[in-house]
Structures are given as C-alpha cells and as structure tokens.
C-alpha cells in the first residue's frame, strides 16, 4: 500500500522560506560567492523532505516509524509499563534522514507520556531514560501493545507529536516530527519475531521491524 506525503514536511516550510530568502539575499550581495548559501538551502531542503511510503499490509507486521541505523536490539524492562519485560529496538536518525514518525501498527492510542530531559547523543543507549522523550502506546485488535517513543537527541530541540489520548490510528499513518537528529525507541511484546538486525538501515513505513506474536 503506497502512502502519499508532501514532497516536503508541513514542519519545514518557514525554514525552508528563511533559507531560500538568505539565498537570495546573498546572490544579489555575493554573486558566485554565495554557492555556500544555497548549499545550505538544500539542506534544509533534503532535511525536511518526506517521501512516499510502500506500507506493508501483512498482518500482525510493525512497520519502522523512523529512517535510521538500528542501533540497539534486545530485552528490557519497560518503564512505561510497571517494567514488564519487552524487545526494545532502537533506530536512531541523523541529520541526513527522513525525520517524520510513522505510526507503527494499527490501534488505538491507550497512553501518551511526555518527559523533559537532557539532550545527550541520541546514538547512546542511555539516550533512552535521560533525554527528552514523548512516548506512546498503541493497543492492537488483538490487545497486543506496541511502544513508540520519540527521543530528543544532542542537537533535536522539538519533539512534535499530533495523535493523542484515545484515537484510532493506522499502519504508516504520519504521527510526529523530530527536528536535527534524534532516536526513536519501539517497545514490543517479548514473543515477537524480530524481522531487523543491529547495524541494519530502515526506512519509516518500508522496513518490517517485526511480527506480533502468532504471525
């Protein structure tokens, strides 16, 4: 299933709209010399850009809500759920990725946290319980729970979130932005078949993070 988004993210229009008069600015002022501006133009261009998506349909599949290095594969506790144990995958995102969040697995929106903290290098896993980080838990048909958490990272400075208590939300669905590199962190039921390997590129919505349990 191919999702559509806006050739470039709602979040990055007045950016882009300051850079591009910069650009300008200092092609009247500079001439040639202004090269080094418009190289700045596309990046903020390739920053805030938000392709389209080929969403799985298989079922019980949980789709990556970042582009990313998955940095980190393994069981933990889980604090936003009395520490039960869980699979935790990380994906962090440089500067270079698409910085929109996508809704992992169909569900509804059953708890919503958000927590001020440090901006430490998102890459670092103890990036999880110290830095800023907005977090949701979306409860499946089946009642499985699957943990989405944004993460602010060394240079990220917003976290955007725009689902909230209670609604109904689909695989692929755009829910958040995070701004200048950053992390997102899923928590997934203990059972589930992992699909993704350590070290492994992802794309937000393309790449099968994993399978609830019984699929």
């Given at each position: 299933?191919a ?7 709602k ?14 600015g200092?092609?009247?002022w ?15 261009l390739?920053?805030f850009?938000?392709p389209?998506r080929?969403?799985?349909?298989e079922?019980?599949?949980?789709v ?7 940095v980190s594969?393994?069981?933990?506790e889980?604090?936003?759920?009395d520490n039960?144990k869980v699979l935790?995958?990380?994906v ?5 990725s698409?910085?929109s969040?996508?809704?992992p ?7 919503h946290w ?8 998102a890459a670092?896993d103890?990036?999880?319980?110290e830095?800023?980080?907005n977090?949701?838990c979306?409860?499946?048909s089946?009642g499985f ?5 944004q ?8 976290i955007?979130c725009?689902?909230?208590l ?11 932005f ?5 992390r ?8 589930c078949?992992?699909?993704v390997?350590?070290?492994?590129w992802v794309?937000?919505?393309s ?5 609830l349990?019984g699929?």
């Amino acid at each position: 299933m191919a999702i559509d988004y806006p050739i470039l993210a709602k979040e990055g229009i007045v950016h882009l709209i300051i850079a591009t008069l910069l650009g300008v600015g200092a092609t009247l002022w500079f001439g040639y010399g202004s090269i080094v501006v418009w190289i700045g133009v596309l990046l903020v261009l390739q920053f805030f850009r938000d392709p389209k998506r080929n969403i799985t349909t298989e079922p019980g599949a949980i789709v990556s809500p970042a582009s990313g290095k998955v940095v980190s594969i393994g069981e933990q506790e889980n604090p936003y759920q009395d520490n039960a144990k869980v699979l935790k995958v990380s994906v962090f995102m440089n500067i270079f990725s698409v910085h929109s969040n996508l809704i992992p697995i169909s569900g509804t929106i059953k708890h919503h946290w958000y927590y001020p903290g440090k901006f430490v290098n998102a890459a670092l896993d103890k990036s999880s319980g110290e830095n800023e980080r907005n977090a949701i838990c979306i409860e499946t048909s089946a009642g499985f729970e699957v943990y989405s958490i944004q993460i602010a990272g060394l240079i990220a400075r917003r976290i955007l979130c725009y689902v909230k208590l209670g609604d109904s939300v689909h695989t692929g669905q755009r829910y958040g932005f995070i701004r200048f590199g950053s992390r997102v962190d899923l928590y997934l039921p203990l059972e589930c078949r992992l699909a993704v390997k350590l070290g492994q590129w992802v794309s937000s919505g393309s790449h099968t993070i994993g399978y609830l349990p019984g699929y």
